[in-house]
């Protein structure tokens, strides 16, 4: 399954809650021709969802799951703002 470290959850929350936007809509992992990309969605029943205080952060589309079972999202220890990468 897809991780997401403690300090990639804590700024996908902050970012989420100072968006305003709804509490069931979180971070989307999809498929754009040959790139991942995320949009803010809400889960469906077959997603992988990657929770914080009860709020969906990550969801990932059932047919990525496999792929990013063994991948991470964390924050990019060289910038000074808060990018977040995913290493496979």
Not at 25 to 31: C, Y
Not at 70 to 80: F, R, S, T, W
């Amino acid at each position: 399954m897809l991780t997401v470290t403690p300090l990639a959850k804590a700024v996908i929350y902050e970012a989420l809650q100072r968006s305003s936007v709804e509490h069931q809509m979180g971070l989307r992992i999809t498929r754009y021709k040959e790139q991942l990309v995320m949009n803010l969605d809400s889960p469906n029943r077959d997603d992988t969802v990657i929770e914080l205080n009860q709020s969906p952060l990550v969801i990932v589309d059932s047919d990525l799951a496999a792929e990013l079972s063994d991948a991470v999202i964390d924050i990019n220890p060289i910038e000074e703002e808060n990018d977040l990468i995913l290493r496979r």
